[in-house]
């Protein structure tokens, strides 16, 4: 399908294109005209290679400070580092003449470092590499600074988990993933030191550069001299203009076919997985105060499969990030077992960490992902590749996978080395509802694998249920009760707490001994799980599915409402003095009339009113 564009746009687009490549067309009519005898090839020569020379050496100066420059920029926040920002732009805006005079100020003659240098950062190749990297260097910092700060912070931290350092992840993640918006600004800052003129005029006349040349010859032989030396100039700047654009293309086209890196054998064992042992007790105390919220956990739990729960901003991310070490706490204590996790770095923790948008590094096939963590084993490799099904996606980049895909190599590349806690968040919040059912099955086959402790984060109680033996439910940055996860399904601490569990009605009652509450109208509520306290005024619902229509049913109800939905009906019935939702595939019931229904005692959830 042809795409639309807006009527102006074409329009607006053509005549600045027209505009610029005018002078180029009217510049080749003037071909025949030029006087090419009166060109001085040696001097052009000396100063095309001046040019080509203190451009390339600026440009490499520029890199090997901009681009940590640019990272600083993005990464460190507050008003110094913005001023900082601010200044290192300036040269942008200022004529070029001024920036030379500015520079006359710092290395001219009668100046510090030109008495210094005893001159000889003035008229010399050193002095038009200083000027060059002073009008430059603004492009590639900016271009840096953009690139990093546009880059989700969340690959370092998972690079960090996989033990690599802060140097190690800024040189294999960090600029590999920045280094296409970088590359232009490199492009830039060498077309801008190649043709700079005015400071160099200032600082530097001589050795001539190519423009520093053209001013010079132009003034000697005027306009039919000029082509002649412009020729060169248009030759370099299309020549460097056509390779960029080249190897962009060529990284572009060689990221398409999948790649095979290897052929992964299967091993035998649980190759990276610890060895289950005595469990070990984990034990998480937490503070972090942000703008607006405030965190603040105290959990201990034995059982290896744990869970966190709670709605959305509630800080159950949050909480996984500062047990990792990603983020800075106001107050932390990790421990599992013996071992005192909140002393260490994040590369040593021995972490794994799925974070919830999978975060594979863009620039690696899956074969390197996988042997990117330090102390990642063969056999681990070689296993997993197996496990997870991902024989013959070795060679495949992130972007060439399905969401499906990109979880179990991100699963995968946790896995690869032995880690006595994983740290799942959402993982399974981008996929389908088939696929998010088939992964959670495959992940409770592997828990069972794992020696290891995992804490999944999620909101959903369906997933907590399956997939974990203890839960923490927060909400607001405070838990709001932890234990047990059948004891907080059957009894949580409040409605609060039994919504965030599933329940859907919330309905009051009296308890009338261990394990039966009155509803009114004669209605006794029969329910497992822990012994309530006869005569205490509890609250209480049903779990979605816990109740159904039944013509022998046990409990005598009328229909209230009936709205169809497209599987069928959702009808609500009044039993005693409260009312409950059920979904059945057809009503068999009409509205008004008394009907008969089973409620499963364990899918009843009970609460203190008190």
């Given at each position: 399908?042809?795409?639309?564009?807006?009527?102006?746009?074409p329009?607006?687009?053509?005549?600045?294109?027209v505009?610029?490549?005018?002078p180029?067309?009217?510049?080749?009519q003037?071909?025949?005209?030029?006087?090419w005898h009166a060109?001085d090839?040696?001097?052009?020569?000396?100063?095309?290679?001046?040019?080509?020379?203190?451009?390339?050496a600026?440009?490499m100066?520029i890199?090997l400070?901009?681009?940590?420059?640019g990272?600083?920029?993005?990464?460190?926040?507050?008003?110094?580092?913005?001023?900082?920002?601010?200044l290192?732009?300036?040269?942008?805006a200022?004529?070029?003449?001024?920036s030379?005079i500015?520079?006359?100020?710092?290395?001219?003659?009668?100046?510090p470092?030109?008495?210094?240098?005893?001159g000889?950062l003035?008229?010399s190749l050193?002095?038009?590499?200083?000027?060059q990297?002073?009008?430059?260097?603004?492009f590639?910092?900016?271009a840096?600074?953009?690139?990093?700060?546009?880059?989700?912070?969340?690959?370092?931290g998972?690079?960090?988990?996989?033990?690599?350092?802060?140097?190690a992840?800024?040189?294999?993640?960090?600029l590999?993933?920045a280094?296409?918006?970088?590359?232009?600004?490199?492009?830039?800052?060498?077309l801008?030191a190649?043709?700079?003129?005015?400071?160099?005029?200032?600082?530097?006349?001589h050795?001539y550069?190519?423009?520093?040349?053209?001013?010079?010859?132009?003034?000697?032989?005027?306009l039919?001299?000029?082509?002649?030396i412009?020729?060169?100039?248009?030759?370099?700047?299309?020549a460097?203009?056509?390779?960029?654009?080249?190897?962009?293309?060529r990284?572009?086209?060689?990221?398409?076919p999948?790649?095979r890196?290897?052929?992964?054998e299967?091993?035998p064992?649980r190759?990276?997985?610890?060895?289950?042992?005595e469990?070990?007790?984990?034990?998480?105390?937490?503070?972090?105060?942000?703008?607006?919220?405030?965190?603040?956990?105290?959990?201990?739990?034995?059982a290896?499969?744990?869970?966190?729960?709670g709605?959305s901003?509630?800080?159950?991310s949050?909480?996984l990030?500062?047990i990792?070490?990603l983020?800075?706490?106001d107050?932390?204590?990790?421990?599992i077992?013996?071992?005192?996790?909140?002393?260490?770095?994040?590369?040593?923790?021995?972490?794994?960490?799925?974070?919830?948008?999978?975060?594979?590094?863009?620039?690696?096939?899956?074969?390197?992902?996988?042997?990117f963590a330090?102390g990642a084993?063969?056999?681990?490799?070689?296993?997993?590749?197996?496990?997870?099904?991902?024989?013959?996606?070795?060679?495949?980049?992130?972007?060439?996978l399905s969401?499906?895909?990109?979880?179990?190599?991100?699963?995968?590349?946790?896995?690869?080395?032995?880690?006595?806690?994983?740290?799942?968040?959402?993982?399974?919040?981008?996929?389908?509802?088939p696929l998010?059912?088939?992964?959670?099955?495959?992940?409770?086959?592997?828990?069972?694998?794992f020696?290891?402790?995992?804490?999944?984060?999620?909101?959903?109680?369906?997933e907590?249920?399956?997939?974990?033996?203890?839960?923490?439910?927060?909400?607001?940055?405070?838990?709001?009760?932890?234990?047990?996860?059948a004891t907080?399904?059957?009894?949580?601490?409040?409605e609060?707490?039994?919504?965030?569990?599933?329940?859907e009605?919330?309905?009051?009652?009296?308890?009338?001994?261990?394990?039966?509450i009155?509803?009114g109208?004669?209605?006794?509520?029969?329910?497992?799980?822990?012994?309530?306290?006869?005569?205490?005024?509890?609250?209480?619902?049903?779990?979605?599915?816990g109740?159904?229509?039944?013509?022998?049913?046990?409990?005598?109800?009328?229909?209230?409402?009936?709205?169809?939905?497209?599987?069928?009906?959702?009808?609500?019935?009044?039993?005693?003095?409260?009312r409950?939702?059920?979904?059945e595939?057809?009503?068999?019931?009409?509205?008004?009339?008394?009907?008969?229904?089973?409620?499963?005692?364990?899918?009843v959830?009970?609460?203190?009113?008190?």
């Amino acid at each position: 399908m042809r795409r639309r564009i807006p009527a102006p746009l074409p329009w607006l687009a053509g005549l600045l294109a027209v505009y610029l490549i005018a002078p180029l067309a009217a510049g080749i009519q003037q071909a025949t005209s030029a006087d090419w005898h009166a060109v001085d090839v040696p001097a052009l020569a000396r100063a095309c290679a001046v040019s080509l020379g203190s451009a390339t050496a600026a440009t490499m100066l520029i890199a090997l400070g901009g681009i940590p420059l640019g990272y600083l920029l993005a990464r460190l926040p507050g008003r110094a580092m913005a001023v900082l920002g601010f200044l290192v732009q300036l040269p942008l805006a200022l004529p070029p003449l001024a920036s030379g005079i500015l520079l006359l100020f710092l290395v001219g003659y009668s100046a510090p470092l030109g008495r210094l240098s005893g001159g000889a950062l003035t008229d010399s190749l050193s002095g038009i590499i200083l000027c060059q990297v002073f009008v430059a260097a603004p492009f590639l910092i900016i271009a840096a600074r953009s690139a990093f700060a546009a880059m989700d912070t969340a690959f370092e931290g998972v690079a960090a988990t996989l033990g690599r350092g802060p140097f190690a992840t800024f040189l294999r993640v960090s600029l590999p993933i920045a280094w296409p918006t970088i590359s232009s600004g490199l492009l830039l800052a060498w077309l801008r030191a190649f043709g700079e003129f005015g400071a160099t005029v200032m600082v530097a006349y001589h050795p001539y550069s190519l423009p520093v040349y053209t001013y010079v010859a132009f003034g000697a032989e005027g306009l039919p001299a000029m082509l002649p030396i412009l020729l060169p100039a248009l030759v370099l700047a299309v020549a460097v203009l056509a390779l960029s654009d080249t190897l962009a293309r060529r990284r572009g086209e060689g990221r398409s076919p999948p790649r095979r890196a290897g052929r992964s054998e299967p091993a035998p064992g649980r190759a990276g997985v610890v060895p289950a042992g005595e469990r070990a007790e984990l034990v998480v105390q937490l503070a972090r105060r942000l703008d607006g919220f405030a965190l603040d956990i105290d959990w201990s739990a034995r059982a290896r499969r744990l869970a966190l729960l709670g709605p959305s901003g509630s800080g159950k991310s949050l909480t996984l990030r500062l047990i990792a070490g990603l983020d800075r706490a106001d107050r932390a204590a990790v421990r599992i077992g013996d071992k005192d996790l909140s002393q260490l770095a994040p590369a040593r923790r021995g972490i794994a960490y799925l974070p919830q948008g999978y975060n594979l590094f863009p620039h690696l096939t899956v074969w390197e992902q996988l042997h990117f963590a330090v102390g990642a084993q063969p056999a681990a490799v070689r296993y997993w590749i197996e496990r997870l099904d991902l024989r013959g996606l070795e060679g495949r980049y992130p972007d060439a996978l399905s969401l499906g895909q990109q979880q179990r190599v991100a699963l995968a590349r946790a896995l690869v080395r032995p880690s006595r806690l994983i740290l799942l968040d959402e993982p399974f919040s981008a996929l389908d509802a088939p696929l998010r059912a088939r992964l959670r099955l495959e992940l409770l086959a592997l828990q069972h694998e794992f020696g290891a402790t995992t804490i999944l984060v999620t909101h959903d109680p369906e997933e907590a249920a399956l997939l974990a033996d203890e839960l923490l439910v927060i909400k607001d940055g405070r838990p709001l009760q932890s234990g047990p996860t059948a004891t907080l399904f059957a009894r949580p601490a409040n409605e609060t707490v039994a919504r965030l569990l599933g329940a859907e009605d919330a309905a009051a009652g009296v308890a009338i001994d261990q394990s039966r509450i009155a509803l009114g109208g004669g209605i006794v509520l029969h329910v497992a799980g822990p012994p309530l306290r006869p005569g205490a005024r509890v609250g209480w619902s049903i779990r979605p599915g816990g109740a159904r229509l039944r013509a022998a049913g046990a409990y005598r109800g009328c229909v209230e409402g009936v709205v169809r939905t497209g599987l069928g009906a959702r009808i609500t019935v009044r039993l005693g003095d409260s009312r409950i939702h059920i979904a059945e595939s057809r009503p068999p019931c009409p509205e008004g009339a008394s009907c008969r229904l089973d409620i499963d005692p364990d899918a009843v959830q009970v609460w203190s009113r008190e």
